[in-house]
């Protein structure tokens, strides 16, 4: 797996992108929102809602939990971010712009998840598309089970 080291280059970059998509909804570029990318952007790591909000208040007290919510719904209809659900009925968020795609393994008991790429898997997914000429415009793996640390206490 490789990933993209999230650096001053790429947060520039990203914020431009978010403020043209901010722009073409006539929202506003508010110090709020800016704070909050920012911590979305520096955290290389899926996020709750809850965890972003707590991330956030280390930089500023004002902005609210509701603030964070509708900032995570504005990345993700931009396409800076992807929203993900695990069967836990937790939504975490993770940053699509500049992350390499990778699917995911999860425990059904623990909620552990982990990121994996496997080139021999994406190659049977465009084969299977061009096969059937299907036009993908994205997909997503997910293969729910028992991570080792829960398969050992089930023993």
């Excluded at 929203?83 to 008991?109: A, M, N, P, Q, W």
């Excluded at 496997?118 to 059937?132: R, S």
């Amino acid at each position: 797996m490789i990933f993209i080291f999230r650096g001053i280059f790429l947060v520039d970059k990203a914020w431009k992108k978010f403020q043209t998509f901010l722009k073409s909804k006539n929202l506003k570029f508010s110090d709020q929102r800016r704070i909050i990318f920012e911590s979305f952007v520096e955290t290389p790591k899926h996020l709750t809602t809850e965890e972003l909000y707590l991330a956030v208040k280390e930089n500023s007290k004002t902005i609210g939990y509701t603030t964070v919510h509708r900032t995570l719904k504005l990345l993700c209809e931009s396409g800076m971010a992807i929203e993900s659900k695990f069967g836990d009925g937790v939504s975490r968020y993770e940053l699509k712009y500049g992350h390499e795609h990778h699917d995911h393994l999860i425990c059904t008991e623990c909620s552990t998840f982990i990121e994996v790429f496997d080139p021999g898997i994406e190659a049977l997914q465009e084969k299977l598309v061009a096969k059937y000429e299907f036009t993908q415009k994205h997909h997503r793996l997910e293969i729910y089970g028992i991570c080792k640390e829960c398969g050992k206490t089930m023993k």
